[in-house]
């Protein structure tokens, strides 16, 4: 279930007054475009409440890894064409296309949040921004909502809405804007699958 959420993020914020909202959210897209590395800590809530806690990278453009905590122990990789999804460090992978959905496609683009045309909203709650994403030909795909601070802009996490309406959360924490990622988090290593 978490990996089949996590393909629709990667195949892939009470309101403001309205003379507010267009530079608050020139802001968040400020922010979001400078961003060219990120590290954290996450804790994901599953659609019946489960979690699962890991770490999260993010190099742009498009590339992530997730790797949770044992027991778990998945990794999620995106890459520029694939989304892989392994069981474990070095166990055989799953590929899907990261452009598949979308929002994928958004993601893994240069195209910023107050320009993109998956913009379905801008809310400013207190101390919280949320920006909405979602497909407007096709409402029941799914949505994709990121969270930030506000106005201190940091990335907080996101809420995903699957096709069955089904909602997974992402709360990120101790949150880093690191000069470079080494290549090799992004790397699909199935070094052990020949062995099983």
Same mark, same amino acid.
């Given at each position: ?24 959210? !020139? ?31 993010? !190099? ?6 997730? +790797? ?64 909405? =994403? ?5 409402? !029941?795909?799914? !949505? =994709?909502?990121?969270?930030? +601070? ?5 990335? =907080?996490?996101?809420?995903? +809405? ?10 990120? +924490? ?23």
């Amino acid at each position: 279930m978490a990996g089949r959420l996590l393909v629709f993020v990667i195949a892939v914020m009470l309101a403001a007054p309205a003379q507010a909202a267009p530079e608050g959210l !020139r802001q968040i897209a400020d922010y979001f475009t400078a961003i060219e590395n990120l590290q954290a800590g996450f804790l994901q809530i599953g659609p019946n409440g489960e979690t699962a806690r890991g770490d999260f990278y993010y !190099r742009k453009p498009g590339q992530m890894r997730f +790797s949770y905590n044992p027991p778990n122990g998945q990794v999620v990789i995106a890459g520029n064409t694939w989304l892989t999804i392994q069981k474990k460090p070095g166990k055989e992978a799953n590929y899907y296309p990261l452009k598949a959905s979308p929002l994928g496609r958004f993601i893994a683009s240069d195209e910023r949040l107050d320009e993109t045309d998956y913009l379905a909203s801008f809310d400013v709650f207190e101390g919280r921004a949320v920006v909405t =994403l979602m497909d407007k030909d096709k409402p !029941r795909a799914g !949505r =994709l909502e990121l969270m930030f +601070s506000f106005p201190e802009i940091t990335l =907080l996490g996101w809420r995903v +809405s699957d096709m069955q309406q089904q909602i997974t959360q992402i709360h990120l +924490s101790h949150v880093k804007q690191p000069k470079s990622l080494p290549n090799l988090l992004f790397f699909v290593d199935e070094s052990e699958t020949e062995f099983e």
